[in-house]
């Protein structure tokens, strides 16, 4: 059986083919903005599947996808056959993402465990020695800090992330590269600080998404960056519920 995995974030939404075992390479993403029934269309011509996962934080989007599908399907939510309990008073408030992000870290990494998810947001999902969500922390993702100073300064330019070559800028644009992130970084520590105050034991820090590798560099509390964690939680998630 072959899986087409949909993880559909607010920036943009990718495609994924698996088979119940692994990942497999065929991929392609469409910016969540654009997607309808014509670009989903182009994009998977030839793709061949049984079953689709469907990990949606943007719900127009989710009923486009859910429209469009002709195979049977699964909406990954807190309703599904995750593998995992939860420990969290409204589960319906957890996002899809953040849900396999917890079923991939514990099948890969085990628990306790944490997975940092650097997107439009920066997310820590928190798992119990036990095996049971628990919660985390939202925070505004690198990208978003950065077209926050454009959008409401007359003379900051916009500046794509990179390691700063010094603390101490000889140049706006090394001046905002130190400041997002050295001040990004810091942020992240102290997150995972307090967290490991409030949980018995240490947990396994797993980093993922776009700005992982980066922040990761001069975060040594991050045990491992994983690229695929999302998809992977994905997967099993789909091993769990598949129909058809």
């Known amino acids: ?30 910016p969540t903005r654009e997607l309808c029934g014509e670009r989903l269309a182009l994009a998977l011509e030839g793709w061949k599947y049984d079953f689709a996962l469907i990990c949606s934080v943007v ?5 486009v996808l859910c429209d469009w599908l002709s195979c049977p399907f699964h ?59 628990l919660g985390g922390v939202i925070a505004p993702g690198l990208a978003s800090m950065g077209d926050y100073l454009v959008r409401n300064t007359a003379l900051l330019p916009a500046v794509d992330p990179r390691e700063p070559d010094c603390a101490i800028g000889k140049s706006t644009e090394q001046a905002i590269h130190a400041g997002s992130i050295y001040g990004y970084r810091g942020l992240v520590k102290e997150i995972l600080v307090r967290i490991e105050e409030e949980m018995p034991g240490r947990p396994y820090v797993v980093a993922t998404g776009g700005d992982a590798e980066l922040i990761a560099k001069g975060v040594s509390r991050i045990d491992a960056v994983d690229g695929n964690i999302t998809l992977n939680g994905m997967r099993l998630v789909a091993n769990l519920n598949v129909q058809g």
Do not use: H, W
């Open 75 to 133: 909406v990954l939510s807190c309703e599904s056959n995750l593998g995992i309990g939860i420990r969290y008073p409204l589960p319906k408030q957890i996002g899809a993402d953040r849900l396999a992000n917890a079923v991939g870290v514990v099948a890969y990494y085990g628990a306790p465990s944490v997975v940092v998810d650097f997107g439009t947001a920066v997310t820590f999902d928190v798992v119990s020695d036990d095996g049971f969500y």
């Open 59 to 63: 719900p127009r989007v989710a009923e």
């Open 1 to 30: 059986m072959i899986y087409l995995l949909i993880d559909n974030s607010n920036t943009r939404t990718k495609f994924v083919l698996s088979s119940p075992e692994g990942l497999l390479d065929k991929r392609c993403m469409i």
